[in-house]
C-alpha cells in the first residue's frame, strides 16, 4: 500500500502542481497524496488541490494562539485523515520540535538555494534570491532535505545548482530555480522516501 502523504502549503502551490503532474504521470507510485493542508485560507494552492480533486483542509494560526495549539489542531487533521508523511512545498511556517518528533524522518521540505547557503530563520521565498542576488553568486539551486528541529538543518536528500543569469531579479531567478530544480527534486525525493518507508512497512 502506498504511503499517505499529506502536502502542507502556504501560497502559490506550483510544488504542489509539479507533485500533482508527477503523480498523473505515474511517477509517484508508492506515495498516496491524501491530503493538502494550507496554514492560508487564501493560498491559490487550494485550488490546485480542487481543480486536482485532492482533499484539502485550513489550518490559520489565530492571532495570539500559541504555536502549542495551533500544530495540536494540524495534527489532528493530519491524523483524521491517517498521513504517514509530510511535504512541506513552500509551507512557510516553522515547525517546532514536538510537532516534527511525530513524524521524525518522515518530513521533506523543498528550500530554494544550496543549503547550507541562504538558508535557516527568514530565508523563505523571494527573500532567498534577495539575498543570493545581493551576495553575488553565480550559481544557486534548490535543495530537498529531511526536517528536523533545525530550520533548513535537516538530512540533506536532494540538490541541484542553477546558474545565476546577468540582468536576474529575484523573480527571474525564483523561476529558472524553480523550473530547472524544484519541481524535478521534489517528486523524486517524496518518491525516494515513500519507497524506503513502505519497504520498512513491509518488513517490519
Ligand atoms: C518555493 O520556491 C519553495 O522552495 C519556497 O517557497 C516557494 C513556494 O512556491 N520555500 C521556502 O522558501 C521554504 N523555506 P510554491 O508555493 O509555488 O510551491
Sequence with gaps: MSVKTAVLVSGGGTNLQALIDAAHAGKLPHADICLVL???????????????????AVC??????????FEARMLEILRAHGVEMLVLAGFMAILSKE????????????HP???PSFCGKGFYGLHVHEAALAYGVKVTGATVHLVN?????????????????PGD????????????????????AVEMVAKELEEKRCRN
Design 38 to 56: 494550507s496554514n492560508r485560507a487564501d493560498a491559490y494552492a487550494l485550488t490546485r488541490a480542487q481543480k486536482a480533486g485532492l482533499s484539502a
Design 149 to 165: 528541529e533545525i530550520p533548513d538543518g535537516g538530512r540533506i536528500l536532494l540538490q541541484k545548482a542553477v546558474e545565476v543569469e
Design 60 to 69: 490559520e494560526r489565530k492571532k495570539g494562539e500559541p504555536r502549542e495549539a
Design 99 to 110: 510537532f516534527v518528533q511525530n513524524y521524525a524522518g518522515r518530513i521533506l521540505n523543498v
Design 113 to 115: 538555494s544550496l543549503i
Design 169 to 188: 531579479t529575484p523573480e527571474t531567478l525564483q523561476r529558472r530555480v524553480m523550473e530547472q530544480a524544484e519541481w524535478i527534486l521534489l517528486p523524486r
